[in-house]
T-cell receptor, first 115, second 113 residues
């Protein structure tokens, strides 16, 4: 079973609309959560991290973490065509000398912003 | 800022061939990673190296070898390429701080004929 599960698989939103992405983990050892974004033909790039319960806002992006339910969400306000990309949720355990900062990725949500 | 360079950008090989992918970073990061990206399967960790003299297997290490030549470079070898194998191999690096951001290269796209 995938340790990090994302939904939906794909999402289409109108320009200026709100996109909402979900991520659930099945591993209670995960301490750190990230959202990465990958445009076609490029490597993934970190969008934002969230390590504590509650909301974290960075510009048009808001992440929410509920550690009790191991649920993370990402909301994109005022979506732009440049936001069209593949979005990954990723999680890691507390760093140890042997495990380093290993990230476990979900399979991604493809977002299309319609002009 | 820094950059991660992956070579080659495209790699075409024959079944059973040994193929090597290279990665260089100038962030001065301790830790480097190799991931495989298949459509519909996300990114899966193949090998990682926490520090210059370290090598750790990820979830997908079978069929691969890795080598950390120096702090700035990390190579991945496909020991025997499988026919119809097509994937993108991504290299990343990070500091050793808990929860550190990983920085990714642009990827090497592998095709096996």
């Amino acid at each position: 079973q995938q340790k990090v599960q994302q939904s939906p698989e794909s999402l289409s939103v109108p320009e200026g609309g709100m996109a909402s992405l979900n991520c659930t983990s099945s591993d209670r050892n995960f301490q750190y959560f990230w959202w990465y974004r990958q445009h076609s033909g490029e490597g993934p790039k970190a969008l934002m991290s969230i390590f504590s319960d509650g909301d974290k806002k960075e510009g048009r992006f808001t992440a929410h973490l509920n550690k009790a339910s191991l649920h993370v969400s990402l909301h994109i306000r005022d979506s732009q065509p440049s936001d069209s990309a593949l979005y990954f949720c990723a999680a890691s355990e507390a760093m140890t000398n042997s495990a380093g900062n290993k990230l476990t990725f979900g399979i991604g949500t493809r977002v299309l912003v319609r002009p | 800022g820094g950059i991660i360079t992956q070579t080659p950008k495209f790699l075409i090989g024959q079944e059973g061939q040994k193929l090597t992918l290279k990665c260089q970073q100038n962030f001065n990061h301790d830790t480097m990673y190799w991931y495989r990206q298949d459509s519909g399967k996300g990114l899966r960790l193949i090998y990682y190296s926490i520090t210059e003299n370290d090598l750790q297997k990820g979830d997908l290490s079978e069929g691969y070898d890795a080598s950390r030549e120096k702090k700035s470079s990390f190579s991945l070898t496909v020991t025997s390429a499988q026919k119809n194998e097509m994937a993108v191999f991504l290299c990343a690096s990070s500091t050793r701080t808990g929860g550190a951001e990983q920085y990714f290269g642009p990827g090497t796209r592998l095709t096996v004929l």
